[in-house]
Structure formats: structure tokens, C-alpha cells
């Protein structure tokens, strides 16, 4: 396998190929929980746990397992990862994690990981896999909590509500109340809310993406100025 | 002699989207003119503050997609939109609440799927159902008919609008919302109990759909969309109100005409449902795409919680026109019905 940097990869799990909006993988939960701030960072931190602890381990295996029993034997991994972060969250966080419910279980299945594991684990050293869980559960978990945000402002016109649920008892004055006698808007908090967001973020990262193509063409289109040109006489102004 | 130097062919269809456009708006004029009277001036305003968000609105997008400003303000369509949602709209509902109506309607539903014509759903009732959705208590608070409450005034109206804050109106519960509460009087005596039931649908209300019938009418007699879709619709409403009746025991759903006669039904049949984008093209295609619409409008009215039932079952219906189209494409002339070797 040829070397991988590690600038590569960073760039890659947050914008290039980040998880959420450009591979479109493990939607089921980034639209079903990013309602609050709070939620959205529960999850993407068991996310980003499980995602550094299957890819680890997944390396670590890959000499071994052979091609055939290759997936059952990443979604053991994976099933055990996804519980030990449920006894965690259980212990440490229980309002979240009757908050989140089913999504919790559901990480075994998220394709990120499972995606993860066989596209770039099991065919790379450990030190470049674990980077690679980690940047790509980071990535996976920005885009969620920026859709939280989004959907918790527009929704409630209030950020970082209940953060004590994750934080302590501390968080409890986290909340910022952006607008006072907010009417609630409810679609931005039901499902259609989290469809709408996702495609406006997807939008404007096409959007960006376009503007820095367009930027870079023109800087290649540009003529070198005393360049000759092809078949043409004299020199190019 | 000055002659035409043009193309072939050199029959030429009168109308324009813009008059087709002009030709609805100036149908729905009966119908606010008759809501006005019965409502107060709430859908006045409505109306005009609507207009005006819908064509910035439409500016706005216009711009950000770099497309010719007065070439698509002049086809009317964001005013039609605006319209429709307006009167859809409860009389004094708050400027908020008209302005994210149609910005969903015109920025979401339509601008962001490529414009007029290429919006699978209908702008104005997907804007409705987003507002239903997010503020059901606003959606839900119709004004009292006239005679039943104090009719608040044109500048009450506007300050309804401007500063719903000081606004101080009444809300009544609308006929259909009687009628679906409704456990345990007869029809008989449901209308003596209620001062909201007018003759045959409620007060105001029966005549608001008359209006609408009567502007949907004339927009047929002027050719703008054929019979098809809304006979069909009114049809297999009825159809479903008179097999449902029983007579007028607790139990039932109410009469035919009583259904004919309330919530957006004719408002929904003439200038909802003819909507040429988002309907089936075919005839065969519209009569079925009427008809399931009828069912779905029964349906929800009497099992569903919500105060009518025509923009949920449009917007189904929408999902299913390019369906409906597929199976009830029309057989092109010198063709066979059935391909070769079935």
C-alpha cells in the first residue's frame, strides 16, 4: 500500500470526502437526532469513539482475517465498540442516552464505519487507520452539530439548550437565548427541518467548491505574460 | 402593402402564461370579495402584504440564479401563489406568518426545483403545509363570521398584521372542526346548536365556495384548464359524502352538499387542483388524479386532525401525477394500443 500523508487524510475526512455531506453515509441518524446542539454532540462523539476503535482494531486483524469472513468479523467489532460506548453513555451520561435511544445501537449499522473500515483499514497500518477513524468521526460530527445548531436556533430560536446533560451541572447557563418571544418553528425540528438543512449545507459546500475550481482555472487559464503563442505571431499581451 | 414577414405556422394560441396568470387571479376576485364580506378584512390584507413578500421573494431568486428580472415578474406566477396561499391563509394571521409562508412557497417549493414548470408540487400548498405544520395554533384561528363576532375594521386589520402583538381578535372553531369533534349529535342537531352552520355548509363559508365556483366557472369558460380534474374531484367527494351520509346519524361525516360547500373545496377543486405544472397531463390522467384527490380531501376531513384537508391531499396527490402519467399515456394516432407481441 502506497503512503499515506496525513495531510491527506485531514483534508479528505473533513471536506473532500467528508462522511455526511459528500458520501452521503449514515444519514439515518444525522437527520433523526440533529435536533439540538446537544444531541448532535452525543452522537458524534460515540461516532468518532467507535470509528477510532474499529478502525484500530480492524488494522490491527487485517493480516489475519482472511477476504472471506473479512465483514462479519469488522461488524463484531464494530457491535462490541458500539456497546462499550452504550455501557459508557449509559453511565456517565443517562439522560442523553435515553435522549438518543435506538440511535445508539443503530451506530453498529451506520455505514460510515462499516465503510471506513474495509475501504481504508483493512488495507492500511495502524498509525494512518486511527488517523482516519478520528478525522473522519470528526468530520461526520461537525457537519451533525452544525446541523444541530441550525435546526435548534431556527427551531426554538435558542442555542445550546439542556447542555448539562453531556457537560455537568455546570452547562446548565450554557443556553443562549438568541431571540426573546421566539414563536417556535416547528419544521425545523421535525424531519423534513433535518432534510432541508442537509441540503442546504450540501449546497453551499458545492457552492465553495465551485468558487475555489473556478479560482484555481483561471489562475492555469491565465497567459503567461512575453509567452509566445501557438501559430500566432508576435507575443501575447 | 405591408405583409407579416413571419414563420409558419402562423396560428398562434392567444394565451400567454401571463394571461392565463391574470385571467386566475381575476377569478379569485368573487371569492375574496366574499370572504372579505363575511371575514372582515383579514384576507384583504393578507393579500396585498403576500404580493408584495412573494415578488421580492421572487426577485430575490431571480437574481441569486441570474435569470432576466422582467421577463419572470411579468408572468404573474409568483402573484397567483401568493394569492392562493393568502386566502388559504386564517384572516388576520400575523406579517411573520404570511412572509414564511411564502418564502417557503416561493424560494423552496418552486425557485430551488428551477422555477415555474419545473416544481413538482404545488408552491402555494406546500407553503400552507409548512405553516401548518410549524405554527398549528396561528394556522388554526379562523375569525368569527360576520354577525357571530365584532368584524374588526381595515386598520385593525392591518394592525393585526403589522402588530399582532396588540391585536386582540376572536377565534371560532370552523364548521368542519364542529363536525369532525362531533360525537354525539345528529346532524339536526349539530345545526341548531352551532350559529356557525349556515344553510347548507357554515356561514360565509358556503358562500366563499360559491364564489370560488362561480370565478373556477368562468376560468373554464375562458379555457384555462379543462373540466377533467375538478368535476372529477368534486365527484368522488361527493360520492364518498353521500355513501358516508346515513342519513344524519352522530356517526356521520356530513352530507355531500355540506362538504361541497365547506373548508377549501371549491377554492381547492378550481384553482388548486387545475394547477397545469404539478397535475397529470393527460385527460384520462387528470380525471383519476381528480377523483383520488376527492377521496384523500374525505378522508383526512373525517378521520385526520387537521382543519381541511385539500392541501395534504394536493400535495399527495403531486407525488403521484408523473405516476398517474406513465400508466395513462394517450395512444398517439396510427399507433396500436398494445406494443407489438403482447
Redesign the interface.
Known amino acids: 500500500m502506497a503512503q499515506v500523508s496525513y495531510a491527506d487524510l485531514s483534508l479528505n475526512g473533513l471536506w473532500k470526502n467528508n462522511p455526511a455531506i459528500v458520501q452521503l453515509l449514515g444519514l439515518c441518524p444525522l437527520l433523526a437526532v440533529s435536533g439540538s446542539v446537544v444531541n448532535s454532540i452525543g452522537l458524534g462523539l460515540a461516532t468518532t469513539m467507535v470509528l477510532i476503535i474499529s478502525n484500530t482494531s480492524v488494522s490491527l486483524i487485517r493480516n489475519i482475517v482472511s477476504d472471506a469472513v473479512r465483514l462479519p468479523a469488522f461488524v463484531m467489532i464494530i457491535a462490541a465498540a458500539v456497546t462499550c460506548i452504550e455501557l459508557l453513555m449509559q453511565a456517565f451520561a443517562y439522560e442523553l442516552f435515553q435522549i438518543l435511544g435506538i440511535f445508539l445501537p443503530l451506530i453498529t449499522t451506520n455505514c460510515v464505519i462499516l465503510g471506513r473500515a474495509d475501504g481504508f483499514a483493512a488495507k492500511n497500518s495502524v498509525g494512518p487507520s486511527l488517523y482516519d477513524g478520528l478525522i473522519m468521526g470528526v468530520g461526520f460530527s461537525a457537519v451533525l452539530v452544525l446541523l444541530g445548531g441550525m435546526r435548534e436556533l431556527t427551531g426554538t430560536g435558542a442555542l445550546f439548550a439542556n447542555m448539562d446533560l453531556l457537560f455537568g451541572a455546570d452547562a446548565v447557563h450554557w443556553k443562549v437565548v438568541l431571540f426573546e418571544d421566539y414563536q417556535p418553528f416547528l419544521l425545523a425540528i421535525l424531519p423534513p427541518g433535518a432534510f432541508l438543512f442537509t441540503g442546504l449545507i450540501i449546497a453551499v459546500k458545492n457552492l465553495i467548491d465551485d468558487r475555489i475550481k473556478k479560482r484555481q482555472d483561471a489562475i492555469k487559464a491565465a497567459p503567461v505574460k512575453g509567452a509566445k503563442r501557438v501559430r500566432v505571431t508576435g507575443t501575447a499581451s | 402593402m405591408a405583409l407579416l414577414r413571419v414563420t409558419s405556422p402562423h396560428a398562434h394560441g392567444p394565451m400567454s402564461t401571463q394571461r392565463v396568470m391574470q385571467n386566475v387571479l381575476l377569478a379569485t376576485v368573487p371569492g375574496i370579495i366574499v370572504l372579505t364580506h363575511f371575514f372582515g378584512f383579514g384576507t384583504l390584507v393578507n393579500v396585498l402584504f403576500g404580493s408584495i413578500v412573494a415578488l421580492l421573494c421572487e426577485s430575490l431568486a431571480l437574481l441569486l440564479r441570474k435569470r432576466p428580472l422582467g421577463f419572470y415578474l411579468k408572468d404573474c406566477s409568483a402573484l397567483v401563489t401568493a394569492f392562493l396561499l393568502c386566502i388559504a391563509l386564517p384572516p388576520y394571521a400575523p406579517w411573520?406568518l404570511i412572509t414564511?409562508g411564502i418564502a417557503s412557497s416561493i424560494l423552496?417549493a418552486k425557485q430551488l426545483y428551477g422555477g415555474l414548470g419545473y416544481n413538482p408540487f404545488n408552491p402555494a400548498m406546500a407553503g400552507y403545509v409548512?405553516l401548518l405544520?410549524?405554527?398549528?395554533v396561528?394556522m388554526t384561528a379562523w375569525a368569527p363570521p360576520r354577525g357571530m363576532g365584532e368584524l374588526p375594521g381595515l386598520l385593525e386589520a392591518i394592525k393585526a398584521c403589522f402588530l399582532p402583538a396588540s391585536f386582540d381578535g376572536i377565534t371560532m372553531a370552523t364548521p368542519l372542526d364542529i363536525m369532525r369533534q362531533n360525537t354525539g349529535l345528529l346532524m339536526e342537531d349539530l345545526w341548531q346548536q352551532n350559529p356557525q352552520f349556515g344553510r347548507w355548509g357554515g356561514v360565509g363559508w358556503e358562500w366563499a365556495n360559491i364564489a370560488f365556483l362561480a370565478g373556477g366557472a368562468w376560468l373554464l369558460y375562458q379555457r384555462i384548464f379543462t373540466w377533467h380534474a375538478p368535476l372529477a374531484m368534486l365527484a368522488s367527494l361527493s360520492l364518498l359524502a353521500a355513501l358516508f351520509y346515513d342519513g344524519g346519524s352522530s356517526a356521520s361525516g356530513g352530507s355531500p352538499l355540506f362538504h361541497l360547500l365547506s373548508g377549501a373545496t371549491m377554492f381547492g377543486a378550481f384553482f388548486i387542483v387545475t394547477d397545469p405544472v404539478t397535475s397529470a397531463v393527460s385527460l384520462r390522467g387528470r380525471l383519476i388524479y381528480g377523483a383520488l384527490i376527492g377521496v384523500l380531501i374525505y378522508v383526512i376531513r373525517v378521520r385526520g386532525s387537521y382543519p381541511d384537508a385539500v392541501a395534504f391531499a394536493v400535495l399527495i396527490m403531486n407525488f403521484a401525477a408523473p405516476f398517474i402519467d406513465y400508466y395513462t399515456q394517450p395512444r398517439t394516432y396510427g399507433h396500436n394500443k398494445k406494443p407489438e407481441g403482447k
Open positions: 411573520w414564511i423552496l409548512i405544520i410549524s405554527f398549528p396561528q
